[in-house]
């Protein structure tokens, strides 16, 4: 006799979200604890409702193990305290544009192998109003290491007029699916980017995926063309796309023994073919909005590298905005990002792409780090304080390995899926992230702040509702009572919990 039981799961989270549900953590034994998810369960937060002028709400997370713990104050007379925050909304910065993660195939892979309320769940967690409301994603054209293999949307023989142009498996089981629920689950605009990391072999001077490999001559308006293929496949889904990057990490191409797959671009030849070939060839089509990103790789090639790629006047016209990625930000001063501003004051700068990797003989996930989300937020506000306009992660869901990924360069990811147990556990790094994406909505505007007597790290911003959003972050293992003043309000004075990330926010 064959016997089925069934677990049947009722889904409590459609209808709770109004109200914040907590967290279960657990401890691993990483530094910190991460919340545990399932089917019927997730800890959640709704959006933060308008307080009174005269009152304002604190968010924290922390160490110890609070998430998103809401507590309200009262502002005091400005004259009341001297204070360690000042935050002066007149003086206003860049503006956002939003803060997300990528649709790698591996997050697909991983999503798809939860049963379908679980997906739901995960889902919600980052889209929804119960959730922390991402806004801005990447999308990569074709495959990345995060794939179960090599390929582009042109395999086989040269094909320049990309007859046999067409999208991958990968795209309509492991991406598009996801893109389509995120787009409804949202309550705004989600922005979408690609980037594509390898041409096909064809197109290329050293005829493979990786290594010391360019476009060639001859391919580069087949190349430009190749990104509106791209565009009309994904329109045909109703998935529209916000920007493009010119690439991912084309210095890759010059690091010895490197597996990424990558298109190589010297800095004067990629101005070439956007001057020649992508600018023209995107302005005339379809899609003649969409912003355009060069290098989309580490800040340590800023500001040289995009200074002789945009020598050319034409090219520099082409292009929208500059993408980063996080790597090497341990070793390289922020000032670099400003100084790229001062260059090209009419283009924008978008961190597109962070993950923490494994130190020597560490695995790659360390489930509950909270170093790993410490890490995350003192780069967004050492970012936006040198202009950066949003933040958005690598994979959004990785196997307890940190993969998959065919060529074994595992890394951490903000939720990592259990799918043995069909549970999945939400990171730090998932609530650093959230600190932010949660309270500063697209088109929020960064302001001034000045730090006096104090190791908190701070960035705030002006909401388009006319919100005021203050992210406190304490590495330290001391607490601390921190005045935060607005001229405009009073001072607010906040309990800092050691080890802490707080959202302070006021209207
Ligand atoms: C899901 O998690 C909740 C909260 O921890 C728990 O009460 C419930 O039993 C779990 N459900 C399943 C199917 O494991
Ligand atoms: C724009 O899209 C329409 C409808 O798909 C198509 O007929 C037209 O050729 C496209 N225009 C350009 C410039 O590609
Ligand atoms: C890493 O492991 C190898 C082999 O077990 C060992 O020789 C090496 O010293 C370790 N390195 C560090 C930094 O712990
Ligand atoms: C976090 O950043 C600090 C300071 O740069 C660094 O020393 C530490 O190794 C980083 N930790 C992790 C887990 O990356
Ligand atoms: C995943 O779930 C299985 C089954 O419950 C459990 O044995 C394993 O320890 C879990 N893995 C992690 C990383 O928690």
Request: hydrophobic content about 35%.
């Amino acid at each position: 006799m064959l016997v089925i039981i069934l677990l049947v799961c009722v889904s409590s989270v459609k209808s709770t979200y109004l109200q914040p549900t907590p967290c279960i953590s657990r401890n691993y034994g990483n530094g910190g604890t991460v919340c545990v998810c399932n089917c019927s369960y997730c800890d959640s937060i709704p959006r933060p409702t308008r307080t009174h002028p005269s009152q304002f709400l604190v968010y924290t997370s922390n160490l110890e193990g609070l998430r998103f713990q809401q507590s309200r104050g009262r502002f005091r007379p400005l004259e009341s305290c001297e204070s360690h925050v000042d935050v002066d909304s007149s003086s206003k910065f860049q503006t956002i544009f939003g803060w997300g993660g990528a649709f790698t195939d591996a997050t697909g892979i991983n999503i798809h192998a939860l049963p379908k309320d679980t997906q739901e769940v995960l889902l919600r967690q980052y889209f929804s109003e119960s959730g922390i409301e991402y806004s801005l994603c990447r999308v990569p054209m074709g495959g990345t290491d995060f794939s179960v293999r090599a390929y582009s949307y042109d395999d086989g023989d040269p094909d320049p007029l990309l007859l046999n142009f067409k999208l991958a498996p990968e795209d309509h089981v492991f991406k598009i699916p996801y893109i389509k629920r995120a787009m409804k689950l949202t309550g705004h605009k989600l922005r979408l980017f690609g980037s594509a990391w390898t041409a096909p072999k064809w197109m290329k001077t050293n005829y493979m995926y990786t290594g010391l490999g360019f476009i060639r001559k001859s391919m580069y308006q087949p190349w430009a063309n190749y990104f509106v293929k791209f565009l009309d496949e994904y329109r045909k889904f109703g998935i529209n796309f916000w920007g493009l990057t010119t690439g991912n990490e084309p210095l890759d191409a010059w690091v010895p023994g490197e597996k990424l797959e990558v298109v190589g671009w010297a800095p004067r030849e990629l101005g070439t073919w956007i001057r020649n070939n992508l600018g023209p060839t995107i302005r005339n089509s379809n899609y003649s909005d969409t912003k355009i990103m060069i290098l989309d790789d580490q800040r340590i090639y800023y500001p040289w590298y995009v200074v002789i790629a945009l020598e050319n006047p034409v090219a520099r016209k082409y292009v929208d905005g500059f993408a980063v990625h996080w790597y090497t930000d341990k070793y390289d001063p922020p000032e670099a990002l400003t100084k790229t501003q001062e260059i090209f004051p009419e283009k924008f700068i978008l961190a597109t792409e962070a993950s923490n990797i494994p130190g020597q003989n560490e695995s790659a996930v360390q489930l509950g780090s909270w170093e790993r989300g410490e890490n995350y937020s003192a780069d967004i506000i050492e970012d936006v304080l040198n202009w950066v306009t949003g933040w958005v992660d690598w994979n959004m869901a990785l196997n307890p390995q940190g993969g998959p990924n065919y060529i074994q360069n595992f890394v951490d990811s903000p939720i990592i899926i259990n799918g043995t147990s069909n549970e999945f556990y939400k990171q730090p790094m998932f609530y650093h992230l959230g600190h932010f994406s949660k309270f500063v909505p697209s088109g929020s505007v960064r302001v001034g702040t000045e730090v006096r007597r104090s190791r908190v790290e701070v960035a705030a911003f002006g909401r388009p509702d006319g919100g005021t959003a203050v992210v406190l972050l304490n590495r330290n293992e001391e607490g601390v009572i921190l005045n935060v003043k607005d001229s405009s309000r009073g001072v607010a004075q906040v309990k800092i919990s050691p080890r802490s990330i707080s959202t302070l926010l006021y209207w």
